[in-house]
């Protein structure tokens, strides 16, 4: 029988313990959810790192655009990103650049607002949602995929992936979040494209290896 989405949730947490959060800062969320995009979570790391204290709306809405995509050059297709995290940031600006008068748009509202801007898709707009602004919305990447492929999983769609999810957990964004940095976590670490099987906390329930 396959691991229900609460067992899987629970499993991951004795393997790898209390998950991280992405952000507590609302634009650190917006501007990595846009860097990662197609690159290694460390190239975020690097280029937010040196940014340090820098990185806030007003700072990067005062960026040329070359003065932007020297900065984030490190994580690759910059010159899109760039003009990504400036309409982000030229979209923030409508609220102030205030996270509590955003935070008071509806949910769906906001997912359409935020799709609205070229370069941010379903998984982008859903990171900002949940991260940014604790709204319910389950992220589904490749990891989410390839994890669910492997354990035995024939979902047609994205839309049957999150309701397999959303169905079976209580409708908590930081249950969302969480669950969704614990599979980030383990897909890195063990489930990765060649993955390491022997090593793997979900062995038993794993199709691949039954």
């Keep these: ?28 969320v917006m501007f990595q959810a846009v860097l990662v995009q197609n690159t290694a979570w460390g190239n975020v790391l690097k280029t937010c790192a040196a940014l340090g204290g820098r990185l806030t709306p007003e700072f990067v809405a005062g960026l040329s655009t070359e003065e932007l995509e020297r900065l984030i050059r490190p994580c690759g297709f910059y010159r899109a990103k760039a003009r990504t995290i400036q309409a982000l940031t030229a979209w923030f600006r409508q ?44 992220v589904i990447d490749a990891y989410t995929r390839r994890l669910l492929k492997r354990l035995g999983y024939a979902f047609l ?15 908590d964004a930081r249950v969302y979040g969480q669950y969704h940095w614990l599979i980030l976590e383990h897909c890195i670490a063990v489930c990765r494209k060649t993955p390491c099987c022997d090593a793997c906390p979900l062995q038993s329930a794993c199709a691949r290896r039954l």
Excluded: C
């Excluded at 609460?6 to 650190?28: C, F, I, N, V």
């Excluded at 769609?157 to 409708?171: H, K, Q, T, V």
């Design 1 to 28: 029988m396959s691991i229900s989405a609460k067992e899987l949730y629970h499993a991951l947490r004795a393997a790898y313990g209390q998950p991280r959060w992405w952000s507590d800062e609302a634009y650190t």
């Design 157 to 171: 769609n994205d839309a049957a992936i999150r309701n397999f999810f959303e169905s079976g957990l209580p409708e």
């Design 95 to 138: 609220y102030n650049f205030d996270h509590q008068a955003a935070a008071r748009v509806p949910t769906g509202t906001l997912r359409g607002e935020l799709l609205a801007i070229r370069g941010v898709g379903a998984e982008t707009a859903d990171v900002i949602l949940v991260y940014a602004f604790y709204r319910p919305a389950f």
